[in-house]
């Protein structure tokens, strides 16, 4: 299934959370949101895929959590989607960057995401609230970003 996207194939789909953009390649969210500087959160359809080592006070809080993402202590964040619906692109294509379909800075405009989306999967829907951002750091520390 992989070989069927190019590397840089962005998808506007509804996420776990907002109507969001995904895409293997951050040069192609760059390029699309205009923004330039910050990192993206890394969705995984499961620990597994998971290369970075999570410090041992959080791993419990990191199996368990819904609609949470998390920054490690390099920097690296990301979130374990658990969604059905979001589950059957991930599980086929194993992790993807993920971000709110819109320009930075801006709400979300759906003539916008449309037209800059390459594969639109429906339907597109609003689901909660955006996710948690919980910095981990290697003691037992817990710094709350939003």
């Not at 993206?40 to 499961?46: E, F, H, K, Q, R």
């Not at 368990?64 to 490690?72: E, G």
């Not at 979300?108 to 449309?114: G, I, L, Q, V």
């Amino acid at each position: 299934m992989q070989e069927l996207f190019k590397k840089d194939t962005l998808f506007l789909s509804s996420t776990d959370t907002a109507i969001g953009f995904l895409s293997k390649s951050k040069t192609r969210l760059n390029l699309t949101k205009q923004r330039s500087g910050k990192e993206y959160i890394m969705a995984l359809a499961s620990l597994k895929e998971l290369k970075a080592k999570v410090p041992k006070p959080h791993r419990k809080r990191v199996r368990r959590a819904k609609r949470v993402s998390f920054i490690l202590p390099g920097g690296f964040s990301f979130r374990i989607v658990r969604d059905k619906e979001h589950l059957l692109l991930l599980e086929r294509l194993k992790w993807l960057y993920t971000t709110s379909a819109n320009l930075t800075g801006k709400g979300y405009d759906e003539e916008f995401a449309t037209s800059k989306a390459d594969i639109i999967i429906y339907p597109l829907k609003q689901k909660s609230p955006p996710s948690k951002i919980f910095k981990l750091s290697k003691t037992k520390k817990l710094k709350k970003i939003r």
